[in-house]
Every structure is written in C-alpha cells, then in structure tokens.
C-alpha cells in the first residue's frame, strides 16, 4: 500500500573538492529558494580543505604555508562561522527545506530537533550521542560534530559535520593556532575535547551505514520518505554557474586582512587553585574576541566548564566580555575551588589590555 507521507530526496554527492561542494551549496539553496530543488538531504565528503566562513580572511584564520607545503586547498563558504578543517575522515550532511516544513523560523529550535534526530540516529552504533547547545554533538561531553544553518528567504539549508576518524594534530597545525598550543600536552589537551566514531566504536563504521542511520533518523523525526535521487538539468545549470563563481581565487580571497590585524593576546596568571593562561584571537578593526583558548592546570569541574566558556565567548564583542562571563557562570554550577568568575573576567581583561582594548 503506497505512503502518503511526503518524499524527501537523498543526495549522495560523494568525496569532491571544495569548490565543487561549496558550489553545490550554492545552487541547491538558490535551487530550494526559487522552488527548483526538492526538499533534501545530502551526504558530502572533502579532499583535504580548509574551509572560511564567509566573512574571514584567509592570512588571519589559517597557516597558509601549512596548507601549500601539504597540498590542502583553502576556500571559502557561504555562510558564516569559523575556520575548519574537512578531509574525508569526516561526513558532511545537509538539510535544504522550505520553512513551511519546519513549523518555525527559529533557528535555536530548529537546530534542536534536526540535532537531537541525528544524536538519536548515530547513537544506533552503540554510542550516548547527544545534542550540545549551541549546534554541537558530542559523546559524554566530548564533540563529535559541529552545525550550523541558514536562510535565503523561505528556504533552509542546515549543515553538519560527523567526525568519522579525525586527526587533531593536523587540524591545529590547519587553523591559525597560537603556537603555545601546539605543545605535546596541548595536543593531548584537545584530544580529549574531541571524539570520532572510530576511537568510540573501535573501528571505522561504513560510510554507507552512517549514512542510513542518519537517514532514517530524520526521517521518523519529519515523518517523510527518503529516495535515492540525482541534481535535476535545472541544478545542474545552477551548479555550473556556482562552480564558476566559487573555483576562482577571486572567490577565495574576496577577504583579505593582514593576520597583523587579527593578533592573538595573552595573559597568565598564578591564582590559590593554580596557574591559568588565556589566548584570544582578536579583531582590532571590530573589537571581537575571534576564538578565546584557556589553558592551565586550575581545578574547574566539570571539566568542561572551560570549553563551553570558549564557546560563549566565541566571536563576541570586547565591550560584552564580562557580561558574558558573569552570565556563563551565574548560569551554572561550578566548584572553582578559590577561583572566582571575576578572575576570569580579570584575566581576559588583562590580554585585552594588551591592545589597548580595555584600559
């Protein structure tokens, strides 16, 4: 008997260069928008690529040297965020829908549920996988994937990112990482930040079976149907005009800051608990905390605390950073031991000082 529930289309694009993928973006939102795609959920994977978000520069994000010496290609998203790195180690995953199948526009709820679906589907490996507001996945406190949405009129794309396996070392050697923090102990350090399928499972999951666990996934949650399907003539003229656009240094460097302008401050202290050290990569020309890292071997717990913390922090303005401190822990239980949020506060201050940021 046949379903009348509505058929989404399942989009295979496999592992291809940036610009292919970034151009497939392009033209499957415009595609959505104008009502020329279908709605859908693709599966993508990367050659090795550091990625922009929209609005970065390239001399200030990434160590460009890195990149050429070992044959990774830079480019440059569609939408915003931070640097990343994506090889094909990790599964790219998309979502291109018209709001009417969402129930909202509300980006925080919908990051909700399409999150706490693909948690659920990829937890069918025999892993606690769970939604980390903002946008993350993670796996007993540790990250396993990022997200990230966006609008064009009515129509959505939702991105995500599944760390298969996954390389730390090279991913801080990729982004423009204070050079402190590429220490042994600091490497370790970020191990533990992060996870993959494959350190959690014991072995590589096939790819073909993530892919239908995540599949299936959102399926039950928007109770639709999934069919195998191909780009349409009509994307496939979008994608080559995209392709035209995007895979051209024009595109790649349509931002370019010198990485002089986007320095990393730094501050440390000795405090009762111990020592703690903080990085901050800031935007002199917009008075932004880019990326903020903390390192030390202060007793916080959870252990997390610190992390999350970063996050909060994460591209927000200088004149906001106590504020956002003092919320981030009024927020929450914290044992700091003699460590205080205002310590914190005063330590970021102190590297912000160090621009003339804060006098």
């Known amino acids: 008997m046949a379903s009348n529930r509505p058929v989404w289309r399942l989009l295979d694009t496999g592992i ?15 595609g959505r928008q104008q009502g020329i795609t279908p709605s859908t959920l693709r599966f993508l994977g990367f050659q090795p690529s550091a990625l922009l978000g929209f609005h970065q520069s390239a001399a200030q994000e990434l160590d460009l040297d890195y990149c050429r010496n070992h044959a990774i290609t830079v480019q440059r998203r569609i939408t915003g965020g931070g640097a990343l790195y994506c090889d094909d180690r990790q599964l790219g995953w998309e979502l291109y829908l018209h709001k009417h199948e969402l129930g909202t526009a509300d980006m925080t709820a919908i990051a909700r549920r399409i999150c706490v679906a693909v948690a659920g589907g990829i937890s069918r490996l025999g892993i606690a996988a769970q939604f980390r507001p903002r946008n993350d996945l993670e796996v007993h406190g540790r990250k396993i994937g990022g997200t990230g949405g966006a609008f064009d009129g009515d129509a959505l794309m939702y991105q995500g990112t599944l760390l298969i396996d996954f390389d730390v070392e090279l991913m801080l050697r990729v982004l423009n990482i204070p050079a402190e923090k590429l220490s042994d102990k600091a490497i370790a350090s970020a191990r533990e930040r992060v996870t993959s399928l494959a350190e959690l499972t014991g072995s590589v999951p096939a790819r073909n079976t993530v892919i239908a666990l995540i599949a299936d996934a959102l399926a039950e ?25 995007i895979d051209h240094p024009d595109w790649v460097d349509m931002l370019t800051q010198p990485a002089a302008d ?14 703690l050290r903080v990085n901050i990569a800031y935007d002199q020309t917009h008075q932004r905390l880019k990326q903020v890292w903390f390192s030390g071997d202060v007793f916080i717990s959870p252990r997390r605390t610190l992390i999350d913390l970063e996050a909060a922090l994460r591209d927000s303005a200088a004149e906001r950073m106590e504020t956002i401190v003092l919320e981030f822990f009024q927020e929450r239980t914290v044992d700091m031991l003699t460590l205080a949020p205002e310590d914190v506060v005063s330590l970021l201050g102190e590297a912000l000082a160090t621009s003339g940021v804060i006098a």
Do not use: C, H, W
């Not at 940036?18 to 973006?25: F, G, K, T, V």
């Open 16 to 30: 291809r260069p940036a610009a292919e993928n970034i151009a497939l973006n392009q033209s499957l939102l415009t």
């Open 221 to 245: 949650e928007f109770d639709v149907e999934m069919n195998p399907g191909e780009l349409n003539p009509q994307e496939q003229e979008l994608y080559a005009e995209a392709l035209t656009q």
């Open 262 to 275: 986007r320095p990393v401050l730094t501050a440390v202290r000795k405090f009762g608990g111990g020592m």
